[in-house]
Structure formats: C-alpha cells, structure tokens
C-alpha cells in the first residue's frame, strides 16, 4: 500500500478535513500499482495509525463518502485492471491493461506528493503531450462524426510555426484567416489551443462545427480554464459559426468544482471519468501505449509503500 499523501490529509475528530478526492486517488493507485486487493478496513487502520481519525466511526463515515464517488466513476469507466465491490477494490489484472487510467493517476499522484513529483517527475512535457493524444481518442468517440487533430505543441518534437497552425486550421475547416499578424509575434505557441475538432467534406463551404479544446495535465489547470480566448480566436480565424470551447484533465473533480468550471470554460470539462469514460484499451496506437508505460513505470516504481 502507498504511504499516506503529504498533501490532502488532515487530522479529523469532530469535522472530516481530509480531501476526498485525495483519499480516492491514494486507495485506487495502491490497489493498481501495488497489485493487491484493498478494503475499506485497509484504508480506515491506516488512517487510524497514523492518528488522522482517532474514532474509527467518524472514519468509516468518511470512508463511506470516498466510496460513494469511486462507485461513480467504476459505474462510469469500463476496465480490466481494477474493480470496486462492497467492500474492497479488488486488483485483476497488471495497471498496462489500462493505460489512459494508470497515466491519469500518476498525473493526479503529483498533487499529493510533492517530494516524489518534484524529485522523479520531471516536467510536464510529456504527460501534456500523452493528455492531448488521450482528448482526441475521447473526443473521437464522442463526436464522431468530426475530425481531431491536436496542434502539436507538447515540446517533445519540433513543432509547427503559429502562422503553421493556423493555416492548417483553415485548410481543415475551410475558414478565413483574419489578422494573424496582430497576435503572431514570432514566440507565440498556440494561444492556449491544444486540440481542434471539424466537420469535414463539404466543399468549399467552412465547417458547420468547430470545437476548441485546451489539455492541462498540471495542477494549475483551473489557472487555464479561460483558455483558449475565443475574442482573440476570433480576430485570427473568421469561423462563421461560435466554436464550442472545452477543456480536458486527467484528475478527479468534485460536483461543486466541476459545476464553477463548466460556468468558466463556458463549455464541457472532460474530466477523468468523462475521459476515461470514451477511451477503450483497444484504441490506444502501439506508439502512444509505449510512451504512455514508460512514462508511467519511470514513476510509480519511486513510490514508497509500507512494509
């Protein structure tokens, strides 16, 4: 079992302090990356000896919430490697039988463990690039009658000039491009654009929809949620019709935050169940699953367990 988090965990007599979303993502990555079975009594002895609870009623009752949200995403999300029954979650199978979620949780893992993120984790290069190529498979299944592309701004391989992407963007959809000059200044990467979706073969007519999506794997990814700026779009690309604007994350969220957020993007949060959700085991390239396992195994083999 992974050692307790340095971050989410709060000591609880009369109020529960601790954070669910903490607790939700240190049970599921212990089972997965620990290859065990794991139970509620598991999780309350070790809150218990560490003196987070000092009443182990108090602490089953907040067990049970933590349980109420994982029975909400299993419910949601099919997979091969884990399960959640009554009263455990039960390990099946090796966390490679499940990519896109063993990425989601050594993403969100640097949240909560500072020391080990900072220390083996490096930056988020890669984990944004693995993001991206997972929000176009979700995406696909969601729309599938539009085309996604990401804009290949991830900083792992040489990217396109701005003026480059735009181009493309206007190929795709058959859009006109505006006043590009004003914003390109040469450094610009991609105003907070990460993945685009079209409606393709129509002629020379510009496709009827347009979805704009930014991907933030880090922790900031509420300082994003403004991006991309669909007023400063608009000035480079007249795309006849308002984009949908989105944003996709590879952490759990909670009902109040996800609800803020959808009011701040003005547009659908993909959050890890939404996500995850869309994505099948089957549909993840050989390319993206050898980079998505070494990413990950680089990682979580640093991770300290008890004894």
């Not at 490697?81 to 063993?102: G, H, P």
């Not at 592309?149 to 000039?161: L, M, R």
Request: charged letters at 25%; aromatic letters at 12%; a negative charge.
């Amino acid at each position: 079992m992974i050692e307790l988090p340095e971050k989410g965990i709060s000591t609880s007599s009369k109020k529960h302090n601790c954070d669910m979303i903490a607790v939700a993502d240190w049970a599921i990555s212990s089972a997965l990356f620990g290859e065990q079975d794991l139970s509620r009594t598991d999780l309350i002895d070790i809150l218990m000896e560490n003196q987070v609870y000092t009443s182990q009623d108090f602490c089953n009752e907040f067990i049970d919430q933590v349980w109420h949200y994982l029975e909400h995403f299993f419910d949601h999300v099919n997979l091969r490697s884990i399960a959640l029954e009554t009263r455990k979650i039960r390990f099946q199978d090796d966390w490679r039988e499940d990519l896109a979620l063993a990425y989601c949780l050594t993403a969100s893992l640097r949240k909560i463990y500072s020391t080990w993120s900072k220390t083996y984790c490096g930056n988020h290069l890669t984990q944004g690039a693995i993001l991206e190529e997972l929000t176009k498979i979700s995406l696909s299944n969601y729309h599938p009658t539009l085309q996604f592309k990401t804009t290949g701004w991830s900083g792992t391989a040489t990217n396109a000039k701005f003026e480059e992407l735009v181009n493309n963007i206007c190929s795709d959809a058959n859009f006109t491009q505006k006043d590009l000059q004003l914003w390109d200044n040469g450094q610009v990467k991609d105003l907070g654009l990460d993945v685009y979706g079209y409606l393709p073969g129509h002629g020379r007519r510009p496709g009827t929809h347009f979805m704009m999506y930014q991907c933030a794997s880090g922790d900031n990814w509420q300082d994003k949620r403004s991006t991309p700026d669909l007023n400063i779009w608009g000035d480079i690309i007249k795309t006849y019709t308002t984009p949908i604007k989105g944003m996709s994350i590879p952490f759990f969220v909670d009902e109040t935050d996800f609800q803020k957020s959808l009011i701040v993007i003005k547009g659908p949060l993909l959050d890890r169940t939404t996500l995850l959700s869309k994505i099948s085991p089957d549909q993840i390239s050989e390319e993206l699953g050898n980079t998505i396992e070494e990413w990950v195994s680089e990682r979580v083999d640093k991770l300290q367990y008890y004894d």
